[in-house]
Nanobody
Framework: QVQLVESGGGLVQAGGSLRLTCEASGNIYRINDMGWYRQAPGKQRELVAQITSGGSTNSADSVKGRFTISRDNAKNTVFLQMNSLKPEDTAVYYC??????????????????WGQGTQVTVSS
């Protein structure tokens, strides 16, 4: 199957920066959309930013101008550069990929895979 490994979370002061990384590995045939979601305590999981295989991006209004999503298709990796962080950005951040896998019987149906989550805490 497919495994996602996230890294880069941590504790930072307001105004600081962090860079999240998510690398996919396994029986990957093709990755379509990649993205980052976040979930704060007591709140629903929400989209932060997403990027298509062609490089088109979309992001939540709350992070526009501060967060940048990018990807390295050769390495099956997606990044989230987070600048000017605010306390309200505190959440667990989850990587998401839409992926086709390949196995003994060829290419399988598209799957949505989630990372394990990485904590981002912004202190005021």
């Amino acid at each position: 199957q497919v495994q996602l490994v996230e890294s880069g979370g941590g504790l930072v002061q307001a105004g600081g920066s962090l860079r999240l990384t998510c690398e996919a590995s396994g029986n990957i045939y093709r990755i379509n959309d990649m993205g980052w979601y976040r979930q704060a305590p007591g709140k629903q999981r929400e989209l932060v930013a997403q990027i298509t295989s062609g490089g088109s991006t979309n992001s939540a209004d709350s992070v526009k101008g501060r967060f940048t999503i990018s990807r390295d298709n050769a390495k099956n990796t997606v990044f989230l550069q987070m600048n000017s962080l605010k306390p309200e950005d505190t959440a667990v951040y989850y990587c998401y990929v839409g992926v086709y896998t390949i196995g003994t019987y060829g290419v399988g149906p598209p799957l949505g895979q989630w990372g394990q989550g990485t904590q981002v805490t912004v202190s005021s």
